[in-house]
């Protein structure tokens, strides 16, 4: 009930495609939803959140979408960029103390 | 600058021999959280500390000790040091808990060697 699962592990998208990474719940507790990018030598760094009471949010190329139902949300990065390339982390907690981890995703944005 | 800054970014040790990695932040943040980060694993939180000389276990913390004396620092201890301790560790603080409204800063990480 705790786990987030985190899918694709890896993906190689062209430049200028969209890049989708997808991550489950289950604990329909779980209230925000942060999204942390990874660049190769440094920590993550928090990049987009959304709350259960939206379904999209969206910042630059970079969109959430949230499917409470399903208990599934993504991100999509548009048009994506050589840049992009990094690792992304799904996350989701409903305390302020304990956020519970995708195992990750490496993206490869191929020029 | 605003950061959290870990030292040293590269350990090489042998099994038993005690170390401490050190974490320090600039922002004032009363919370503060160590990680280690393996391959298909993510993140998993060893320990955090809400304020000052208030510590509590995380989701992996055996072979793990930490304290909170001052609100900039969180050192890591590792008392005797094993091979399935060989990992990226990564220290982060926050302004409160790691909630919506709280994001969390790391550091640039430690990559600990264990032989």
């Known amino acids: 009930q705790q786990q987030v699962k985190q899918s694709p592990q890896s993906l190689i998208v062209q430049k200028g495609g969209i890049s989708i990474i997808n991550c489950a719940y289950e604990?329909?507790?779980?209230?925000?939803f942060p999204w942390y990018q990874q660049f190769p030598g440094k920590g993550p760094a928090l990049l987009i959140a959304i709350r259960p009471d939206v379904s999209e949010k969206k910042e630059g190329r970079f969109t959430i979408s949230f499917n409470k139902s399903a208990k599934q949300f993504s991100l999509h990065i548009m048009d994506s960029q050589p840049g992009d390339s990094a690792t992304y982390f799904c996350a989701a907690t409903r305390s302020n103390y304990q956020l519970i981890w995708g195992a990750g995703t490496k993206l490869i944005i191929k020029p | 600058e605003a950061q959290v800054t870990q030292n040293p970014r590269y350990l090489i040790t042998v099994t038993g021999k005690k170390l401490t990695v050190t974490c320090s932040q600039n922002?004032?943040?009363?919370?503060m959280s160590w990680y280690r980060q393996d391959p298909g694993l993510g993140l998993r939180q060893i320990y955090y500390s809400m304020n000052v000389e208030v510590t509590d276990k995380g989701d992996v913390p055996e072979g793990y000790k930490v304290s909170r004396k001052e609100k900039r620092n969180f050192p890591l201890i590792l008392e005797s040091p094993s091979p399935n301790q060989t990992s990226l560790y990564f220290c982060?603080?926050?302004?409160?808990?790691?909630?919506?409204?709280?994001?969390?800063?790391f550091g640039n990480g430690t990559r600990l060697t264990v032989t």
């Open positions: 922002m004032n943040h009363e919370y």
């Open positions: 604990n329909t507790a779980f209230d925000y």
């Open positions: 982060a603080s926050s302004r409160a808990g790691q909630g919506r409204g709280s994001p969390l800063h």
